[in-house]
DNA sequence: ATAGCTGGTATACTCTGTTATACTGGTTAC
DNA sequence: GTAACCAGTATAACAGAGTATACCAGCTAT
């Protein structure tokens, strides 16, 4: 019991280190809903500046979480992709969906 | 399709607004499993500082996901406690409890 | 030609989350 | 009496996450 709840702790604050920060989730998320150029995922993560995006693509991919691959046509093609890794943050994002949509009705009933 | 994936990055967002940070969710995991007093909440956190744990409870009373209550005993004896609102956060917690148990299996097994 | 798209980088700055360290006042135990 | 527990507060300082703004080269469409 007591061991059990020192290991969860562990794993909750081992994920919350890797996915922390604003925009990492929703990068993640964009990604795997299919988006795949620079200027796609940026205009579908409301907020997020280019530098921000480019940082966090960056940290993404060293951290093998998304594949970024150059087409060399004219004029150049950069496709962000997600990886298998990657897509096991399904079930997080799921469930962080689904809160905040319960959290809004509620805060719409109120009102 | 494209109308859903808006409201989805909007719910996404909000939800880490409002759980966002180092802190929040194990604070919040810790309450849920039946840590009360200050000092328990506070050892059952690796890493944490009475500081930010201090600041933490304030914040999350004032957001009405935890209440606190002073037993005027001697000596003085204060509970915190999860309110129902609170444990909707159940699902993301163990969702990111699983992510991080898996993860930590294919660390070990790189190795 | 000029406005707009692509995929970004550069610079500078703010801000606040986080850490570190010390301290308080009361109670209990040895 | 002194050490340790409780529930925190005080002060200072830092690091880096995040913002704001401008800019670049190359291409495209009007």
Redesign the pocket.
Known sequence: MIRNQQEEVQALQDTIYVI????RLPIINSICNGNK????IERSIP??????L?????DLEMNKLIT?TVYDE???????ESTDYCKSFGPVILAMIAWGKEHKKKIIQKS
């Open positions: 922390g920060g604003k925009w150029r620079f200027r796609e907020g997020i500046t280019t530098r921000m480019s940082r966090e693509l960056k970024r004219t004029p150049v093609l950069v496709e962000y």
